[in-house]
């Protein structure tokens, strides 16, 4: 008897221990890819973010720690409102694990907060305020992609080696374009430049020639365009129509992507300079993840399709490693974990939430020169090491860092 009673002693010791173990909690693994499917981002993320993360649950067979992996998605029509309405449906009846994509920042800004309070996971591939993982940190999200420090510190540096001194800013009134103008202008002052201009439209304005007007009458030697998707499209396309070309004032945009430069055209987007967090061909790894979504999509992935990609792969990586879905044991194993994928060969997750990683100076080719596929459209001018292109955690304002 007394042999029987040990023995039930240790069974029931062994199941109070079993969340040590850790189990997936439901019959499947849920991930809602919330994204802009409609509005001026959804060529940079959309149906191409939610390929891309069906794309990484395949390389796993579709299922994880023996439970069957789902990936659903809805627009959030760029509303916070919308948006909050959408995740809180997800997380409180749909079941959803993890949250990925995420486009636009003020979306983004109210989904972390809601994370947070469900203490469940979200990895933001689309949006860019380096808020996320600034005063706005969240110990459940990760910041994949790019954010607004890295990419205006980067492009400012750049444009100030090249002795331009005098920027005007044609900017997205809101929480992405607010955050690019201060961190490029804070560089700018730093290095010995001035603002001669800033105007600022609401997201998916059509006529920018008023305020190209403005830019070329400030005597600015370089416009800013603190703007993305199809917004800086139609500004590149207005600027040229008023003879803006490199002789006469020097166009940026620091986040745009290559899905932009394919969307003008090698005429209007020759040598155009901007930041990008991944480059199609960069190495093999690169190469191959560009061929296969190709061959979805019929187009090659932008850096937060890829970033989506790389997302959802760790995060599944993640959940086969501990056998679980729960936000803290998943977050944990992201934390510890080197990043190494067609994305990045060299990622690391910080205390603040930042997935550190290299970006690009690229330039974009013009008519004349080769190109060895219909996307080869740019060329690689610089790698900037992630160590030197993200904010140091020293300078964050994010409490998780202190």
Same mark, same amino acid.
């Given at each position: 008897?007394?042999?029987?009673?040990?023995?039930?002693?240790?069974?029931?010791?062994?199941?109070?221990?079993?969340?040590?173990?850790?189990?997936?909690?439901?019959?499947?693994?849920?991930?809602?890819?919330?994204?802009?499917?409609?509005?001026?981002?959804?060529?940079?993320?959309?149906?191409?973010?939610?390929?891309?993360?069906?794309?990484?649950?395949?390389?796993?067979?579709?299922?994880?720690?023996?439970?069957?992996?789902?990936?659903?998605?809805?627009?959030?029509?760029?509303?916070?409102?919308?948006?909050?309405?959408?995740?809180?449906?997800?997380?409180?009846?749909?079941?959803?694990?993890?949250?990925?994509?995420?486009?636009?920042?003020?979306?983004?800004?109210?989904?972390?907060?809601?994370?947070?309070?469900?203490?469940?996971?979200?990895?933001?591939?689309?949006?860019?305020?380096?808020?996320?993982?600034?005063?706005?940190?969240?110990?459940?999200?990760?910041?994949?992609?790019?954010?607004?420090?890295?990419?205006?510190?980067?492009?400012?540096?750049?444009?100030?080696?090249?002795?331009?001194?005098?920027?005007?800013?044609?900017?997205?009134?809101?929480?992405?374009?607010?955050?690019?103008?201060?961190?490029?202008?804070?560089?700018?002052?730093?290095?010995?430049?001035?603002?001669?201009?800033?105007?600022?439209?609401?997201?998916?304005?059509?006529?920018?020639?008023?305020?190209?007007?403005? $830019?070329?009458?400030?005597?600015?030697?370089?416009?800013?365009?603190?703007?993305?998707?199809?917004?800086?499209?139609?500004?590149?396309?207005?600027?040229?129509?008023?003879?803006?070309?490199?002789?006469?004032?020097?166009?940026?945009?620091?986040?745009?992507?290559?899905?932009?430069?394919?969307?003008?055209?090698?005429?209007? $987007?020759?040598?155009?300079?901007?930041?990008?967090?991944?480059?199609?061909?960069?190495?093999?790894?690169?190469?191959?993840?560009?061929?296969?979504?190709?061959?979805?999509?019929?187009?090659?992935?932008?850096?937060?399709?890829?970033?989506?990609?790389?997302?959802?792969?760790?995060?599944?990586?993640?959940?086969?490693?501990?056998?679980?879905?729960?936000?803290?044991?998943?977050?944990?194993?992201?934390?510890?974990?080197?990043?190494?994928?067609?994305?990045?060969?060299?990622?690391?997750?910080?205390?603040?939430?930042?997935?550190?990683?290299?970006?690009?100076?690229?330039?974009?080719?013009?008519?004349?020169?080769?190109?060895?596929?219909?996307?080869?459209?740019?060329?690689?001018?610089?790698?900037?090491?992630?160590?030197?292109?993200?904010?140091?955690?020293?300078?964050?304002?994010?409490?998780?860092?202190?």
């Amino acid at each position: 008897m007394k042999k029987l009673t040990i023995t039930l002693l240790a069974a029931l010791a062994a199941s109070v221990s079993a969340p040590a173990l850790a189990q997936v909690s439901k019959d499947e693994i849920t991930i809602g890819v919330l994204t802009d499917m409609s509005g001026p981002f959804s060529h940079q993320t959309g149906q191409g973010s939610v390929a891309a993360a069906r794309m990484a649950v395949k390389e796993f067979g579709g299922t994880v720690a023996g439970k069957p992996v789902r990936v659903i998605s809805a627009d959030h029509q760029n509303k916070p409102d919308v948006a909050l309405n959408i995740a809180r449906q997800w997380l409180d009846v749909e079941g959803v694990d993890v949250i990925v994509d995420l486009a636009s920042s003020a979306v983004a800004l109210a989904v972390q907060d809601l994370v947070r309070e469900k203490n469940k996971v979200v990895l933001f591939t689309g949006p860019g305020t380096d808020r996320l993982t600034n005063d706005s940190c969240s110990p459940n999200g990760v910041h994949w992609v790019y954010d607004t420090y890295a990419t205006g510190t980067a492009m400012a540096n750049a444009l100030l080696d090249a002795g331009s001194k005098k920027w005007f800013f044609i900017g997205n009134d809101s929480a992405f374009g607010r955050s690019m103008v201060e961190v490029m202008t804070k560089a700018l002052v730093a290095g010995g430049g001035k603002v001669v201009g800033e105007v600022w439209h609401p997201t998916g304005a059509s006529d920018y020639s008023s305020f190209l007007l403005q $830019a070329r009458a400030s005597g600015a030697d370089v416009l800013v365009a603190a703007n993305g998707g199809t917004d800086f499209v139609a500004t590149i396309k207005q600027a040229r129509e008023f003879g803006m070309t490199d002789d006469k004032i020097r166009i940026v945009g620091p986040t745009i992507t290559m899905r932009d430069i394919l969307a003008l055209g090698p005429e209007l $987007a020759q040598g155009l300079h901007y930041v990008d967090a991944f480059y199609w061909n960069l190495n093999d790894g690169t190469r191959t993840l560009t061929n296969d979504f190709n061959a979805i999509q019929n187009n090659p992935p932008g850096q937060a399709q890829a970033g989506t990609y790389s997302a959802v792969r760790s995060y599944l990586q993640a959940v086969e490693a501990v056998k679980s879905d729960q936000a803290e044991p998943v977050l944990k194993k992201l934390h510890e974990t080197k990043i190494s994928d067609a994305f990045t060969t060299s990622g690391e997750i910080r205390v603040d939430g930042r997935m550190v990683h290299d970006i690009y100076l690229v330039r974009a080719k013009g008519p004349s020169d080769p190109k060895a596929t219909a996307w080869d459209v740019v060329d690689l001018v610089a790698t900037i090491p992630g160590d030197k292109a993200f904010r140091p955690l020293a300078d964050s304002a994010c409490p998780l860092a202190k």
